[in-house]
């Protein structure tokens, strides 16, 4: 059960682990940001691609889904939580921020509207066209989080039910099912001559050298690299970031070891999901580059609070291993080195 006398300063140091969730694959986008700009962080990214895509659920699923992967990532003892997820955040963040009181969570809506807005600030009439799920259309979130920052900024949705399992099934960008969907969904949107399209699900920035090959001209917004300034700034305003984190551009990956980590600059990202691992890895390599494994997580351990701890507790026992290992393998060539 979550201690909600507990605050992040309270409970965490600044080598505490960041957490990101996401419904599958499409938060990656936002992980790949998140490394560019605070590449020593230790990263955890849970993906529900068993469950996905979340779009068309009712809000109560979301929700549930949402708290149980977020019980499972606090098992961590994360210092932060991403909701790298539209859909998530536009139904779950508030539950969430009462549930997990002593954990700082950072969404994806505000950055997005945040960015969308200053993209189409000189215009004299500026208009949004936003592409979303059917969750995030229903929930006006984005419409909210727009008309808060300038009154007079008008926003178009379009819910894109289709794009988020494409992207899920991991299909070439050229695929003529693709092109077809997002045909389907933009040309309408364009017919109110928006000056701007934000893409309000993570899943789409995957989408987006086909949106602007299919629609050349149009001014693409998403979320991921503002959603990654917000982390930044939050993690500096608390004094929780890592010692040495932020950069202002990309940093090499490294290969992943067995128990599912991945070596970039000096921060780990372990990855877990509900879907096929094999699937997941194959389709993250083509989203990020990084050759990365996952740790299954079976539905039912997702929704059983012991077995959750249990496959926690046994995840950082294979952890603890391999970092001996390491260890070992480091001493035994500084020897070999030496002699």
């Given at each position: ?81 991403v909701l790298a997820c539209n859909t998530a955040a ?168 067995r128990s599912g980590t991945t070596n970039a600059a ?74």
């Amino acid at each position: 059960m979550v201690d909600k006398s507990k605050t992040p300063m309270a409970s965490h140091d600044s080598s505490a682990p960041i957490a990101v969730l996401d419904s599958g694959v499409g938060g990656l986008s936002v992980l790949a940001s998140i490394r560019a700009r605070l590449p020593s962080e230790d990263v955890l990214y849970f993906a529900d691609s068993g469950r996905a895509p979340w779009g068309g659920r009712s809000p109560e699923t979301i929700r549930r889904f949402v708290m149980q992967i977020a019980s499972f990532l606090d098992l961590f003892e994360p210092k932060h939580l991403v909701l790298a997820c539209n859909t998530a955040a536009a139904v779950a963040t508030s539950e969430l921020r009462r549930a997990f009181s002593h954990l700082g969570i950072t969404g994806v809506i505000e950055p997005g509207a945040r960015a969308a807005v200053a993209a189409v600030s000189s215009a004299y009439s500026p208009t949004i066209g936003l592409l979303a799920t059917e969750a995030t259309v229903r929930s006006r979130v984005f419409e909210h989080a727009i008309a808060a920052r300038s009154m007079k900024t008008r926003m178009h949705a379009a819910a894109a039910p289709l794009l988020a399992a494409i992207v899920e099934e991991g299909r070439d960008l050229d695929d003529p099912l693709v092109e077809l969907a997002l045909k389907q969904y933009i040309e309408p949107l364009l017919m109110k001559r928006p000056h701007a399209i934000l893409l309000g699900c993570t899943h789409y920035h995957v989408l987006r050298p086909t949106i602007e090959r299919l629609f050349p001209g149009v001014l693409i917004v998403d979320s991921a690299h503002a959603t990654a300034d917000d982390l930044l700034r939050r993690l500096t305003s608390t004094q929780m970031l890592r010692q040495g984190t932020a950069k202002n551009s990309a940093t090499s990956s490294a290969t992943s070891s067995r128990s599912g980590t991945t070596n970039a600059a000096a921060g780990r990202c372990q990855f877990f999901t509900t879907g096929d691992p094999i699937q997941f890895s194959r389709v993250a390599r083509r989203m990020t580059g990084l050759t990365l494994e996952a740790t299954p997580v079976s539905i039912d351990e997702l929704e059983s609070p012991p077995a959750r701890e249990s496959l926690v507790n046994e995840f950082n026992d294979i952890r603890d291993i391999n970092e001996i290992n390491e260890i070992n393998d480091t001493e035994n060539m500084d020897s070999i080195i030496a002699a």
